[in-house]
DNA sequence: CTAGGGTTAG
């Protein structure tokens, strides 16, 4: 075994010379050799003959030892080869720093890193440095990256546009917008490339500010005589666009793609998906999703959670068949796309078949967020006391918690059933999460239930503790411009033909059978065409910004045009029934899509104010 | 000489 080994590896003849590598000495064969090893026996081999050969202690030898365990992710063997160095140099040390960041371990990079302080007898350098600050950016230790950025600061090293860029990367994945832009503007003197305009716009797009993000790229595009945007910029782009639901900012970044022969790059591929997914077109998201060749986990659930958005449960739950039959194993994500698909097609049985027979079936345990989205799919078609149910029994941290409750809460504000929304209200006012959206469901509930005193008194309440809530809107895209319609303005001024043409569309839709949703659920703003009979409610009509950005839209828009509506609004199953009738009477494509609310809670604390 | 930064699905 040992000599096959040896012959297949090191010294087999090659076609031009019989033995290309003797002439070597033995420290440069090793050299060479290492640098090139993708293979576990040979390095382990050639650690060996490190040994033999008595190169143990030469450092530099070593360090391409090291380098190559953490090619090979044995980073625990490179670990175990660095703590037995005599005299580690700084390419060492970053080495294992790095080793453990490329292993998923950033905690354990950050303590070699506090060794490395604490030893003292080696200082650290640029790349060091950069190494750091990408565990920080992983564990997203804001804390801990100040203090380090300190040190870079004290350490006399000269402005470097990898370390700098790195440090953007960090403030961004903190959500310390400010400090990011800080920095990248502190780099004007060290040059900025591509990666360090990447990760500034990344930084806005994480962080829902993505109107900053793409007015960022314009200036990269402007400013930069040499640098195209490669694939990182644009997926990055691309998925700013996304959250703002612009699809010609979309497309102008798919035209850069294809301009730029990236089409053929996964990341990209599935950012595009996701883009047309989000803005609406649901045929795009399919195109590019079966151009795609090479498939993954990854797009396979982009296009899930696309088909599952869009209404199309069945296919959604198809796909998935489809994927498992291809052996690509699904993880959490995929059975969040699952669940949402049911939940949102009305297949609630079949959803909850899916959660309790994942974890045997797919090795994916539920987690709360999973549970989540069975509690919003029993809510949404009218199991609320089995979604309490479930519920209650589900363990929670306060952000987990908040999305958890805030389902219910919405359960109950759909079905008028106002212990439940009390109940998750209260829930919500106690973690300290969402409070103001708390309040102002509680004081809804309240006024459902004729309850006018007590909501009266909620919302005094809320402006004395200074609880101001983000508004609901919502909004439609018309060529180069968008136009916002926020809950309870009506101040546009063709509001008086706005309303004549709703008032009259509601009339066809009655006639053409349509109900509507239930008086009570009018107060969740989420409900489309409605039966306006008590002047006392007239009022609240006017929250239903989508039916504004609707007739807006079926007034200005050319004929034939396509319909876009975003909305952050939750929507229940009878809007987009609702929805459905409207593109018959009006013979247009409509398409609604509620903007991803997740999104806005991805990396902590940001708020969905900042869409606009 | 050997080591470093940015991207996609909820």
């Not at 590019?288 to 659930?301: D, M």
């Not at 998935?320 to 049911?342: Q, S, W």
């Amino acid at each position: 075994m040992k000599k096959r080994l040896i012959q297949n590896v090191s010294l087999a003849p090659a076609a031009t010379s019989p033995f290309p590598l003797l002439h070597l000495k033995p420290k440069a064969f090793l050299l060479h050799k290492l640098s090139e090893s993708t293979n576990p026996i040979l390095t382990n081999l050639l650690h060996t003959l490190t040994l033999k050969l008595g190169f143990a202690s030469d450092t530099f030898t070593v360090n391409h030892l090291l380098i190559s365990y953490v090619k090979l992710r044995e980073v625990d063997t490179a670990r175990k080869v660095f703590g037995e160095m005599r005299e580690p140099n700084v390419v060492s040390w970053t080495s294992v720093i790095s080793g453990f960041n490329d292993m998923g371990q950033p905690q354990t990079a950050l303590s070699m890193f506090q060794e490395m302080h604490e030893d003292r007898s080696v200082p650290p350098n640029e790349y060091t440095f950069a190494s750091v600050f990408k565990a920080c950016s992983a564990l997203a230790e804001s804390r801990i990256g100040k203090c380090i950025h300190a040190r870079l600061e004290i350490s006399g090293l000269r402005s470097n546009t990898v370390v700098s860029s790195s440090l953007v990367d960090m403030y961004g994945k903190c959500n310390d917008v400010e400090t990011a832009r800080r920095v990248f503007d502190s780099m004007i003197g060290c040059g900025r490339n591509v990666v360090s305009w990447t990760s500034m716009i990344t930084t806005y797009a994480q962080n829902a500010r993505g109107h900053e993000a793409i007015e960022l790229f314009r200036s990269f595009n402007a400013v930069s005589t040499s640098d195209r945007p490669n694939q990182f910029m644009l997926a990055s782009v691309i998925s700013a666009s996304s959250s703002l639901g612009r699809l010609q900012w979309g497309k102008v970044a798919h035209g850069l793609v294809t301009r730029g022969g990236y089409e053929s790059n996964n990341v990209v591929a599935t950012s595009l998906l996701d883009m047309y997914s989000k803005c609406g077109s649901l045929s795009c998201a399919e195109k590019i999703f079966l151009n795609i060749r090479c498939h993954t986990v990854i797009t396979y659930t982009s296009m899930i959670m696309a088909k599952a958005k869009h209404g199309f449960g069945e296919a959604a739950v198809k796909l998935f068949d489809e994927m498992v039959g291809k052996r690509i194993k699904p993880n959490y994500v995929t059975l969040l796309g699952v669940l949402h698909a049911c939940s949102h097609s009305g297949l609630v049985n079949e959803g909850l078949e899916f959660l309790n027979s994942m974890a045997e079936k797919h090795g994916v345990i539920p987690d709360p967020r999973h549970y989540t989205c069975v509690v919003d799919m029993l809510g949404r078609s009218g199991r609320v006391d089995e979604a309490y149910d479930l519920a209650k029994t589900i363990e929670v941290g306060a952000e987990q918690g908040a999305l958890l409750w805030g389902a219910l809460l919405s359960a109950g504000r759909l079905h008028g059933r106002i212990e439940i929304v009390s109940e998750a209200s209260k829930r919500l006012i106690q973690s300290d999460q969402q409070v103001t959206s708390a309040y102002i469901a509680l004081s809804n509930a309240y006024a459902v239930a004729g309850g006018w005193e007590d909501s009266e008194s909620l919302r005094l309440e809320m402006k004395r503790s200074g609880n101001v809530k983000e508004r609901a809107c919502s909004w439609i895209e018309s060529k180069e411009s968008v136009y916002v319609f926020h809950a309870g303005d009506l101040s546009c001024d063709e509001s008086g033909e706005i309303e004549r043409f709703l008032k009259d569309m509601e009339k066809q839709m009655k006639e053409r059978g349509h109900r509507g949703s239930s008086s009570s659920s009018m107060i969740t703003s989420s409900s489309v065409f409605i039966d306006v009979d008590e002047e006392a409610k007239e009022e609240m009509v006017n929250l239903h910004c989508e039916r504004l950005a609707l007739a807006y839209g079926l007034l200005h828009l050319p004929a034939g045009s396509t319909i876009r509506i975003m909305n952050n609004l939750r929507m229940c199953r009878d809007c987009h029934e609702a929805f459905k009738v409207i593109s018959e009477i009006v013979q247009r494509e409509i398409v609604v899509r509620d903007v991803n609310r997740f999104h806005c809670f991805k990396n902590g604390s940001c708020t969905c104010r900042d869409f606009w």
